[in-house]
């Protein structure tokens, strides 16, 4: 289990259980891992969601990344994201530029349960007026494989469930 408020609370890590006192049980909803032979926690995502508009994914799968900060994706899939935000700029180096005022709302979707990502943590400040989204591209093989990070996992309690090989989100108390 993995938990992290981004409210600068501290994470916490428990091994062999969770906390219910991180979050609201009745909101627990399991993804099954896909047999992947790679030995990470790889599960289907179900669609992304920007600004209330669904990109419309199909047989995407998702790294869940602890060691990653940001969320990258497929170049094309990146662009979709951003196409769905107006004032996001491509900077040429697999990242996109976005005023800091701004507030978007970007959700995933994994087994049918929409969970949304902080705008604070969708954005990273680099001075008083510019930041870049915290979703950035990469060249890779399989262009339906993300890996999901921080951005988004700080925003949910997390639970990985090795024995029966899936990975838990609930809402944070």
């Not at 790294?63 to 979709?80: F, K, M, S, V």
């Not at 591209?137 to 399989?142: G, L, P, V």
Request: charged share 25%; with cysteine; aromatic share 10%.
């Amino acid at each position: 289990m993995l938990w992290r408020d981004a409210d600068q609370s501290p994470s916490e890590l428990t091994i062999d259980g969770s906390n219910l006192d991180r979050y609201h049980g009745d909101t627990l909803t399991f993804t099954h891992v896909v047999d992947n032979n790679g030995g990470v926690l790889e599960i289907p995502i179900d669609n992304y969601v920007v600004n209330g508009d669904e990109l419309n994914l199909q047989d995407h799968t998702g790294i869940i990344d602890t060691g990653t900060t940001r969320i990258i994706l497929p170049q094309a899939d990146a662009e979709a994201l951003y196409d769905a935000i107006p004032t996001a700029i491509d900077n040429g180096d697999w990242t996109y530029a976005l005023p800091c005022d701004e507030q978007h709302e970007v959700s995933l979707v994994f087994s049918g349960k929409t969970w949304s990502i902080d705008s604070r943590d969708f954005t990273v400040e680099i001075d008083e007026d510019d930041c870049i989204g915290a979703v950035i591209y990469a060249d890779t093989r399989d262009d339906t494989l993300w890996h999901i990070g921080t951005a988004f996992l700080r925003n949910i309690y997390t639970i990985f469930d090795q024995g029966n090989r899936q990975v838990g989100f609930a809402q944070l108390a």
